[in-house]
C-alpha cells in the first residue's frame, strides 16, 4: 500500500494528507498542490509553528518574484507589441496592394491598348472597303 505524502497549496499555504498526486488540488485556489519533501511521519512529528515555517520556506521556494507580481496586470492589457506587429503587418500588405494595384492598372493600359490597334485595323479595312463602293448622295431629292 501507498503511504501518505504531504502536500500544499503554493498559492495560500493550504496543506493535507493524501496518498495520490491526482487528489491534491487545493479546495481554497482549485490548483494543483505541490508535495512537500519531508516524510510524512516527519512532518507529524512537528509542533504547528515548525509546519507553518516549513510550509512558508516551501511557498517562498516556489513564489513568482515580485517584480512579476506587480507587472502581470500591465503586461495582461499592455498591447504595444502586438500594436506594433499589427502595424508592421498592415504597412507590408499596403506595399503589395500598391504593387498590386499598379499591376492591374498596367494591364488594364495593355488590354485597352491591344483593343485600339484591333479596332484601329477594323477601322482602315472599312475605310478601304467604303472608298471601293460609290457612295450615293445624301440629302432631299430635288424635283
Not at 510524512?40 to 504547528?48: E, L, R
Not at 492591374?104 to 467604303?130: N, P
Amino acid at each position: 500500500m501507498r503511504g501518505l505524502q504531504v502536500y500544499f497549496c503554493p498559492k495560500c499555504g493550504y496543506y493535507r494528507y493524501y496518498q495520490l498526486v491526482k487528489n491534491a488540488v487545493c479546495p481554497k485556489c482549485d490548483i494543483k498542490m505541490r508535495p512537500l519533501l519531508i516524510d510524512y511521519t516527519k512532518f507529524m512529528d512537528m509542533d504547528c509553528d515548525m509546519r507553518d515555517a516549513f510550509i512558508g520556506k516551501e511557498m517562498l521556494r516556489y513564489a513568482r518574484p515580485l517584480t512579476e507580481t506587480i507587472t502581470e496586470p500591465h503586461k495582461q492589457y499592455n498591447n504595444r507589441e502586438e500594436i506594433g506587429k499589427l502595424m508592421a503587418q498592415i504597412q507590408q500588405l499596403e506595399t503589395e496592394n500598391q504593387k498590386l494595384t499598379q499591376t492591374v492598372a498596367w494591364m488594364h493600359e495593355t488590354i485597352w491598348q491591344m483593343l485600339k490597334e484591333k479596332k484601329g485595323l477594323t477601322t482602315s479595312s472599312q475605310e478601304a472597303a467604303a472608298a471601293a463602293v460609290p457612295s450615293e448622295v445624301s440629302g432631299p431629292v430635288q424635283r
